[in-house]
């Protein structure tokens, strides 16, 4: 302890006199422990004496052991190398003799060898002399072992001269051989009935002999056996694609006739496959050349024939040999089309059908990294189907056109016995033209996609686009012309159209067959796209078509609203015929609002029920869109309104507003009625607020029409002037002190408060612009005040017959409280 700690100690152990009484027990006490501290120090002391001396000890001992360790490793050494001087003296004449024996026995075995070489060349001469195939094929082999064991040796001259010997030999079998069977074909098998065992032994023997010698021979035999063919049907007698089916027919002919001589060829070696390959190819030379020489167009019916025939033919040969599967249903795909006209496609389906596409781009893929295979094997890599088909490709134009003038004749005859009505019992509202086309194309799509997918099937698909075009343009011309109102106005069309209940019908069917036209002409292009060949599928391509019958969806369902604004143009003059001016009362709803309600109760069921929601939904805006500025317009073409015509007028148009509003419910279609319903309440609420304008107190007339109709002109502000009445003198002032306010009531602009980047003067609202804000607040009380109805007495009288409807429980009032 530090001198420090050792003060702090005795202050803690005597904190005051009374506690120095303890201090002798204190001392007693560490003097014991001194003691004891000595007597361990001594004892260590001595035992560590001691230890020193014993490790000492130890440690010479332990280093005489390693220096007589190290004596015995030296000595043992040097025995060892006694030892191996030794063994080196005994074994140095018996490793000479051990590589006299190694060289000695090599020798023997290549002399064994070397008269083995000789005698078996010797023998194959003979064997090939006398033409003894089988044992010439067995001998060919074991000279083949033989010279394989001298590869070393080539140089030695005698070795030199063995080879080119047993090289001649073969020469001389593969000449016999040829020879031999330059005889196979000409009748002689039948005459020597050895002949056939004797070529089939040579079989073995070409088998033994290069595998070029093989090629070389089966090439000969077939050229040999196609050599006749060539002659027979290059003739001009034969040499016609009426005869097409004749070739094919003396091909399978010639392949079961010489069934049994040709089983003379082993199995391995494909003689009749190797045959069907050449004779295709020449056989698609040749009629390349027919096809080409002719001076005119070629028959159909001959054309098809010849290539239906080619199509059969090499279906034969592609499950005979196994080449060239087809990959894909072409049948379930055509069929799909048209079918779940209602039902979409799933995320499965579109998933199904680019793994498809996919799957046919790697088909292709590797049909070109297998280009390399041997096609002397079947179902390697070669493909029989199109080997000669191909060739009637280029020339199968005059089908295309055959096919586009009968399915044009075909569509002309359906729209003349086109009844234009739909049959009892029918599931859809479709007309049945629109179906049986789509089966008239189906039908004209499995003929070609049975005789070709290449293309000619894509210059197919072009005719089904211009036949679908010519269908959409017929369905258009069958829509009534002509057009009126506002939307008939801003799309253009002249004239009016007036359409019966029965041509309302039929234009629902002409949207419900457009729109079938549509979804089956992209299933058509889908199917199509999955049965022609990749080349051509970027190409197939309904698009252009789906836009014509959605052009005529929309023009049939625009020239439906036509048809009711027509209807709507006789209750529209029977409303200015109304004489507004000299009403003595508020009664029930007008003759031409209930005339309006007829027409609209008597069309829209039919229509609702026919029409996709869809297509209802488009046609209630549209109407929408036409009926409200219209009825809004038609106020301005009466003549004078007084106080009690503009009451009956606005009670009428709340009427009109129901009746509107009450339309989806007509069609029984109420999906997209919150959308409609707000549109139509925003376009009669301007009509309401023209005639909130016109009951308005002269004085106030001005500030109301700025105040309920902001966006309006002077020109309408001052018609609504002449329909309450007015000379042309009170006019002028009103008109004055419109024009000097402006056309609407704007609120003033208050500068946000920001802070500004230069000390600028606070805004104070100017007593002009006060005012205007005051008189517009004022006109907006008294606008409120007067659509409560509490401007006049007249007005009261009206609010007492609303009230009294509520509680009659029919009436044309009580339409209004229906909830």
Same mark, same amino acid.
């Given at each position: 302890?530090?001198?420090?700690?050792?003060?702090?100690?005795?202050?803690q152990?005597?904190?005051?006199?009374?506690?120095?009484?303890? %201090?002798?027990?204190?001392?007693?006490?560490?003097?014991?422990?001194?003691?004891?501290?000595?007597?361990?120090?001594?004892?260590?002391?001595?035992?560590?004496?001691?230890?020193?001396?014993?490790?000492?000890?130890?440690?010479a001992?332990?280093?005489? =052991? &390693?220096?007589?360790?190290?004596?015995?490793?030296?000595?043992i050494?040097?025995?060892?190398?006694q030892s191996?001087?030794?063994?080196?003296?005994?074994?140095?004449?018996?490793?000479?003799?051990?590589?006299?024996?190694?060289?000695?026995?090599?020798?023997? !075995?290549?002399?064994?060898?070397?008269?083995?070489?000789?005698?078996? %060349?010797?023998?194959?001469?003979?064997?090939?002399?006398?033409?003894?195939?089988?044992?010439?094929?067995?001998?060919?082999? *074991?000279?083949?072992?033989?010279?394989?064991?001298?590869?070393?040796?080539?140089?030695i001259?005698?070795?030199i #001269?063995?080879?080119?010997?047993?090289?001649?030999?073969k020469?001389?079998?593969?000449?016999?051989v040829?020879?031999?069977?330059?005889?196979?074909?000409?009748?002689?098998e039948?005459?020597?009935?050895?002949?056939?065992?004797?070529?089939?032994?040579?079989?073995?023997v070409? @088998?033994?002999?290069?595998?070029s010698?093989?090629?070389?021979?089966v090439?000969?035999?077939?050229?040999r056996?196609?050599?006749?063919? #060539?002659?027979?049907?290059?003739?001009?007698?034969?040499?016609k694609?009426d005869?097409?089916?004749?070739?094919?027919?003396?091909?399978?002919?010639?392949?079961?006739?010489?069934?049994?001589?040709?089983?003379?060829?082993?199995?391995?070696?494909?003689?009749?496959y190797?045959l069907?390959?050449l004779?295709?190819?020449?056989?698609?030379?040749?009629?390349?050349?027919?096809?080409?020489?002719?001076?005119?167009?070629?028959?159909v019916?001959?054309?098809?024939?010849?290539?239906q025939? !080619?199509? #059969?033919?090499?279906?034969?040969?592609?499950?005979?040999?196994?080449?060239g599967?087809?990959?894909?249903?072409? /049948?379930?795909?055509?069929?799909?089309?048209?079918?779940?006209?209602?039902?979409?496609?799933?995320?499965? @389906?579109?998933?199904?059908?680019?793994?498809?596409?996919?799957?046919a781009?790697?088909?292709?893929?590797?049909?070109?990294?297998?280009g390399?295979?041997?096609?002397?094997?079947?179902?390697?890599?070669?493909?029989?189907?199109?080997i000669?088909? +191909?060739?009637?490709?280029?020339?199968? !134009?005059?089908?295309?056109?055959?096919?586009?003038?009968?399915?044009?004749e075909s569509?002309?005859?359906?729209?003349?016995?086109? !009844?234009?009505?739909?049959?009892?019992g029918?599931?859809n509202?479709?007309?049945s033209?629109?179906?049986?086309?789509?089966?008239i194309i189906?039908?004209?799509?499995?003929?070609?996609?049975?005789l070709?997918?290449?293309?000619?099937?894509?210059?197919?698909?072009?005719?089904?686009?211009?036949?679908l075009?010519?269908?959409?343009?017929?369905l258009?011309?069958?829509?009534?012309?002509?057009?009126?109102?506002?939307?008939?106005?801003?799309? /253009?069309?002249?004239?009016?159209?007036?359409?019966s209940?029965? @041509?309302?019908?039929?234009?629902?069917?002409?949207?419900?067959?457009?729109?079938?036209?549509? $979804?089956?002409?992209?299933?058509?292009?889908?199917?199509?796209?999955?049965?022609?060949?990749?080349?051509?599928?970027?190409?197939?391509?309904?698009?252009? %078509?789906?836009d014509e019958?959605?052009?005529?969806?929309t023009?049939?369902?625009?020239?439906?609203?036509?048809?009711?604004?027509?209807?709507?143009?006789?209750?529209?003059?029977a409303?200015t015929?109304?004489?507004?001016?000299?009403?003595e009362?508020?009664?029930?709803?007008?003759?031409? &609002?209930?005339?309006?309600?007829?027409?609209?109760?008597?069309s829209?069921?039919?229509?609702?029920?026919?029409?996709?929601?869809?297509?209802?939904?488009?046609?209630?805006?549209?109407?929408?869109?036409?009926? /409200?500025?219209?009825?809004?317009?038609?106020?301005?073409?009466?003549?004078?309104?007084?106080?009690?015509? *503009?009451?009956?007028?606005?009670l009428?148009?709340?009427?009109? $507003?129901?009746?509107?509003?009450?339309?989806?419910?007509?069609?029984?279609?109420?999906?997209?009625?919150?959308?409609?319903?707000?549109?139509? +309440?925003r376009?009669?609420?301007?009509?309401?607020?023209?005639?909130k304008?016109i009951?308005?107190?002269?004085?106030?007339?001005?500030?109301?029409?700025?105040?309920?109709?902001?966006?309006?002109?002077?020109? #309408?502000?001052?018609?609504?002037?002449?329909?309450?009445?007015?000379?042309?003198?009170?006019?002028?002032?009103?008109?004055?002190?419109?024009?000097?306010?402006?056309?609407?009531?704007k609120?003033?602009?208050?500068?946000?408060s920001?802070?500004?980047a230069a000390?600028?003067?606070?805004? &104070?609202?100017?007593?002009?612009?006060?005012?205007?804000?005051?008189?517009?607040?004022?006109?907006?009380?008294?606008?409120?005040?007067?659509g409560? /109805? =509490?401007?006049?007495?007249?007005?009261k009288?009206?609010?007492?017959?609303?009230?009294?409807?509520?509680?009659?429980?029919?009436?044309?009032?009580?339409?209004?409280?229906n909830?």
């Amino acid at each position: 302890m530090d001198k420090s700690s050792a003060l702090e100690y005795i202050n803690q152990m005597f904190p005051n006199e009374a506690s120095l009484s303890g %201090v002798e027990p204190l001392m007693q006490k560490i003097q014991n422990e001194i003691r004891t501290v000595d007597a361990g120090i001594l004892a260590a002391v001595r035992q560590q004496s001691n230890s020193g001396t014993k490790a000492k000890q130890d440690l010479a001992a332990a280093t005489r =052991a &390693v220096e007589e360790l190290m004596y015995k490793i030296r000595e043992i050494k040097t025995k060892a190398v006694q030892s191996e001087t030794m063994v080196q003296e005994i074994c140095r004449d018996i490793k000479k003799l051990d590589f006299a024996k190694k060289h000695i026995t090599t020798t023997i !075995t290549a002399l064994h060898r070397l008269t083995m070489l000789v005698s078996a %060349v010797e023998q194959l001469q003979v064997m090939a002399s006398k033409r003894q195939y089988k044992e010439a094929a067995a001998q060919l082999e *074991a000279v083949n072992q033989l010279c394989s064991h001298f590869e070393a040796y080539r140089d030695i001259p005698k070795i030199i #001269e063995l080879r080119e010997k047993f090289k001649n030999i073969k020469q001389i079998l593969k000449s016999h051989v040829f020879s031999d069977f330059s005889s196979l074909g000409t009748g002689k098998e039948t005459e020597e009935t050895n002949l056939l065992q004797q070529l089939s032994d040579a079989c073995l023997v070409v @088998d033994a002999l290069e595998p070029s010698v093989k090629e070389e021979l089966v090439n000969n035999f077939c050229n040999r056996e196609l050599t006749s063919y #060539e002659q027979i049907f290059e003739g001009a007698e034969l040499a016609k694609l009426d005869k097409t089916e004749r070739r094919y027919a003396w091909i399978k002919r010639r392949m079961r006739s010489n069934e049994e001589i040709w089983k003379i060829f082993p199995s391995s070696w494909h003689v009749s496959y190797r045959l069907c390959i050449l004779f295709c190819k020449k056989t698609r030379k040749q009629l390349e050349e027919i096809l080409g020489n002719l001076k005119e167009k070629p028959d159909v019916g001959t054309l098809l024939l010849a290539l239906q025939r !080619t199509l #059969e033919f090499e279906d034969e040969l592609a499950e005979k040999f196994g080449g060239g599967t087809q990959n894909r249903e072409i /049948g379930n795909e055509i069929e799909e089309i048209g079918r779940g006209a209602n039902s979409s496609s799933s995320a499965s @389906d579109i998933r199904k059908k680019y793994e498809k596409r996919l799957a046919a781009h790697q088909q292709t893929d590797s049909e070109e990294k297998d280009g390399s295979k041997d096609l002397a094997v079947p179902g390697a890599g070669f493909n029989f189907r199109g080997i000669i088909s +191909s060739c009637f490709e280029p020339h199968l !134009t005059v089908y295309v056109e055959l096919e586009e003038k009968t399915l044009m004749e075909s569509l002309e005859k359906l729209v003349q016995e086109e !009844t234009w009505d739909i049959e009892e019992g029918s599931q859809n509202s479709i007309l049945s033209s629109s179906m049986q086309l789509f089966l008239i194309i189906k039908r004209s799509l499995k003929r070609c996609s049975a005789l070709t997918k290449s293309q000619t099937l894509f210059n197919l698909f072009k005719v089904f686009q211009r036949i679908l075009k010519a269908y959409a343009t017929k369905l258009f011309a069958r829509i009534p012309k002509g057009g009126t109102g506002i939307v008939a106005a801003a799309t /253009g069309m002249d004239g009016q159209i007036k359409t019966s209940d029965r @041509d309302e019908t039929v234009i629902c069917y002409i949207v419900n067959s457009a729109e079938y036209c549509h $979804k089956t002409a992209g299933e058509l292009s889908e199917s199509v796209s999955k049965i022609i060949d990749p080349q051509f599928a970027d190409g197939v391509d309904m698009s252009e %078509v789906q836009d014509e019958f959605s052009a005529v969806i929309t023009k049939s369902l625009v020239t439906l609203v036509h048809g009711l604004e027509t209807k709507f143009d006789i209750e529209m003059a029977a409303m200015t015929r109304v004489p507004w001016a000299t009403l003595e009362s508020v009664g029930d709803q007008s003759e031409y &609002v209930n005339a309006i309600n007829l027409i609209l109760t008597t069309s829209i069921p039919a229509l609702g029920s026919l029409l996709s929601p869809v297509y209802f939904q488009f046609f209630l805006d549209k109407l929408a869109s036409s009926l /409200g500025p219209r009825f809004y317009s038609n106020i301005f073409k009466c003549k004078q309104i007084s106080e009690t015509g *503009a009451q009956q007028m606005l009670l009428d148009t709340q009427a009109v $507003k129901t009746i509107l509003l009450e339309i989806p419910s007509l069609g029984r279609q109420t999906s997209g009625a919150a959308s409609y319903s707000k549109f139509v +309440s925003r376009e009669m609420s301007k009509a309401e607020a023209l005639l909130k304008v016109i009951l308005s107190p002269v004085d106030s007339v001005a500030d109301t029409y700025r105040a309920l109709l902001p966006e309006g002109t002077p020109m #309408e502000f001052q018609r609504i002037l002449e329909l309450k009445g007015l000379k042309k003198a009170d006019q002028q002032s009103i008109l004055d002190d419109f024009n000097k306010h402006g056309p609407g009531i704007k609120q003033a602009q208050i500068t946000p408060s920001v802070v500004p980047a230069a000390p600028v003067a606070p805004v &104070v609202p100017s007593p002009n612009v006060a005012g205007l804000i005051a008189s517009r607040e004022d006109v907006l009380t008294r606008a409120a005040a007067l659509g409560r /109805g =509490a401007a006049t007495t007249g007005f009261k009288r009206f609010l007492a017959l609303t009230e009294a409807a509520k509680d009659r429980k029919d009436g044309p009032f009580r339409k209004l409280f229906n909830p």
